[in-house]
């Protein structure tokens, strides 16, 4: 459930665990505003839980608006509100369309599992569509990336990959890339089992990006890492949290 201290601390039934997620957001959520911010409560709520509702989903701000009633320009404004009181993050394509705005090929996450899992009213993760499993496991990576980069010797960017090419379209769910242009690709797929076909989008980033690219990842649930090549793993998401799942 996240990383909220207090709901980390207490050690309460899903149901409790709900509640607190939820007067968290509200306590965030108040009509109080930063100055020259427009704000209005319940349009921030409606746009947010809607991309709660998505993890990892690309922001189509056009459909995003449709679905909750509110004009695409409304929707973009409040995007940008959530993002600055830290219950929503914004990962930008590392080849972005030309002629684009970044947030138009931009990918949406929870700032915070315990946020997508009320708005998705998770008490049981295996339960799940496998759209929202695959949203929150991919969620759940790209936070302890997220939170690795903060004290990490090597200062890195988060990315999203996607590019089209002769109407084919290629994508790598995370990218580290580092001060010298160094990319790392990480794929995210929440099974235990990994077909070859996995490596798909990491072995067209690798062709695309030529010498820049340094290592590929799948993470999975799988229980140990496994190389398919020098440069290719499969590695199980116990790496992003504990040294001792790498002996």
Known sequence: YGGLPRTRLRKSGPEHLHEQAGEAIDAILTDEVLPDERFDAGNARRVLDYVLRHPAAELKVTMIGREVGLDPRTVDRYLDVLV??????ELRNLRPPAKKTPRTSAKGFPADLAFAAL?????????QPDTVRGGLFE???MQQLRAHSGWS??????????????GRS?????VLEDRSGGLVGIEVKSTSSVRTDAFKGLRAMKEHYGSRFR?????TSNAAAT????????????????????T
């Open 119 to 127: 708005a998705n009213d998770v008490t049981d993760v295996g339960q």
């Open 139 to 141: 969620a759940f990576v």
């Open 227 to 246: 190389p398919l090549s020098e440069d290719l793993w499969t590695i199980p998401a116990d790496t992003l949290r504990t040294r001792a799942a790498w």
């Open 84 to 89: 600055r009181r830290f219950l929503f993050v």
């Open 153 to 166: 010797r090597t200062r890195t960017s988060l990315w999203h990959w996607r590019h089209v090419q002769h």
């Open 170 to 174: 290629h994508e790598v769910d995370l």
């Open 215 to 219: 290592r590929g990842f799948v993470v």
